[in-house]
């Protein structure tokens, strides 16, 4: 084995592992504060790459320095992403809070229909191209016959996004409501704490994040188009289920373990077969952990 | 301090309260029993806002607070130990008593009320880092009075608290419902099954029935009365 081509394997599917983590936190959060698989998470994705596209041309005409550029283009969609979950959750699934499971299921996915077209009509249904603003930000000689610059920037900001939203649920009096709700919804009424006002802010993180993870991977990969939030929303669920779904670090290792299974099953059998191995991967781990690799079997929320 | 007058309350097409009347007056420890599905939780769930009010008035030092949403209702100082106790099981035992001092924003005074109620369990300081779900039942109840104490609270509304528990535990508990009433005038409106129990503790106490209140009294008073003698005390 050659360990030069390992070693470019390993960094390649953390850059993939740390996006898909990032996204599937989304997934993760709400599942476990709602029991709802918010299936429009993929559409946030997508229609914050687009937001990301215009704010990038804005910044460049503008002529801000390259890291500005990018800086600004990530607060820029995230907060566009983060209104997009905030407005979501409260057209789509507040108003069915308490009625049948099956309703807010059919309310994501038809806002998720809804926002697809809407972007095909108001943008465009072919791909357009993305610029790329990760690289020449820096010169890496150290790591460089491994990762590129670019995948190592989008690597550090994922993993530092990620770290950060860690901190946030561990210490933060917010962070830890959120977990409360997520353990006993009523308790935490009981202790002062305004679910709804949480249940929001978890859209509105969660969202952000998603937007954060689409200007990476649209930088990276060059050109976006209205389906990009499909396969990535699903590889993105796959991690949060793999993980563990309603588990903050099952999510994010789930990530991890899904980015470094594709890239080695692209390096060392075909690229062809990368979907099969994360899939493959996937239902091997639902027969013999249901739960997923951090997850616990839960009973029915109710 | 805190009334209830006429109050409806209950659960969709269930009607579970049907006009209760009773009064908590400050300092006191006042009691409520009552049969099984007698509405005693249901008054505490009203009482805090998790159900509406269908018609009537709750007063608290004065103010109408019936249905204000729950966090204005702890915000005021009402704070309810819900019955089964309901500790937060993924978190440390630290991490729930710092959770009930959700709505506080005084670091200094969070502090002191933490060194307090570790010293008033001793038993909850030694397992602080321990998550509080591997606690025994006892310990879950101790750490569900102490996460409300934490709230720093004007009226502690406890349900139930001795369900479950061993009988040398339930005494435990009880001792320091009272240490809390006497060492920190906090006044304590205290749900029971244990009728016998709930009125040796109690100032006075309330018997509901069915939705309404039928007997109310000092409970040294209601104890010696034949009613409750032979439906609860059952001598
Ligand atoms: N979530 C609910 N949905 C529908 N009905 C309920 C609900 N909770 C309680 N009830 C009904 O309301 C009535 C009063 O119940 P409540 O829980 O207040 O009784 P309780 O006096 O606290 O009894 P216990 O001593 O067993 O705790 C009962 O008839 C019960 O069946
Ligand atoms: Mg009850």
Redo the contacts between chains.
Sequence with gaps: MDGQYFFELAFSGLTRGSIYALIALGYTMVYGILGLINFAHGEVYMISAFVGLTAAAICSLLGFSLWAVLLLTLLFAAAYGAAYGYTIEKVAYRPLRGANRLAPLISAIGMSIFLREYVILAQTADFVAFPSLLYNLVEVDFLSDYIGSGELILTLVSLTVLGGLFLFLRYTQTGRAMRAIEQDREMAMLLGVKVDQVISLTFVIGSALAAVGAVLISSHMGQINYNIGFLVGIKAFTAAVLGGIGSVAGAALGGLVLGLVEAFAAGYVSSDYEDVFAFGCLVLILIFRPAGILGQQQSEKV | MLRLEGVKSGYGGIEALKGVDLVVRQGEIVALIGANGAGKSTTLKTI?G?LQTREGRIVYQGEEIQNL???EI??KGL??V?EGR?I????TVL?NL???A??RRDALGTQADLRYCLELFPILAERRQQKAGTLSGGEQQMLAIA?ALM?RPKLLLLDEPSLGLAPLIIQQIFEIIKIINQERQMTIFLIEQNASLALKSANCAFVMENGHITLSGKAGDLAQSVEVKQAYLGI
Excluded: D, H, T
Aim: a positive charge.
């Design positions: 805090s998790l949403p729950p966090e702890v915000k704070i309810q819900p309901r937060f099981p993924k978190f991490e710092e959770i009930g959700y709505l996460r709230a």
